[in-house]
Nanobody
Framework: QVQLVESGGGLVQAGGSLRLSCVAS????????MGWFRQAPGKEREFVAA????????YYVDSVKGRFTISRDNAKNTVYLQMNSLKPEDTAVYYC?????????????????WGQGTQVTVSS
């Protein structure tokens, strides 16, 4: 049984920072691309960031560029999302997901394993 478990969500004021973590149990992250998605109430789930299994391959939605940073530590089977300068519009449930192969990192349907999500709330 392979599972992804997110942590690090919480309540923060606008302009603050949070770091989300995603830990895989049952297997290594090696050779898997990892993505972060988010979903706010009443809205569709959207792509936030992704990191490939090749060094230097990272991708971001335009609204978080310069504020969020995705990274991974394969030895710890962990992926991180550092979120700085948070805005109220960043409020959502954030999901970690795993994807085999390359390309199409922004498409949620390319991912075959998902965590349960962690709530991020940013107040004005």
């Amino acid at each position: 049984q392979v599972q992804l478990v997110e942590s690090g969500g919480g309540l923060v004021q606008a302009g603050g920072s949070l770091r989300l973590s995603c830990v895989a149990s049952g297997r290594t992250f090696g050779n898997y691309a990892m993505g972060w998605f988010r979903q706010a109430p009443g809205k569709e789930r959207e792509f936030v960031a992704a990191i490939g299994w090749s060094v230097g391959s990272t991708y971001y939605v335009d609204s978080v560029k310069g504020r969020f940073t995705i990274s991974r530590d394969n030895a710890k089977n962990t992926v991180y999302l550092q979120m700085n300068s948070l805005k109220p519009e960043d409020t959502a449930v954030y999901y970690c997901a795993a994807k085999s192969g390359s390309y199409y990192y922004r498409n949620q349907y390319e991912y075959n394993l998902w965590g349960q999500g962690t709530q991020v709330t940013v107040s004005s």
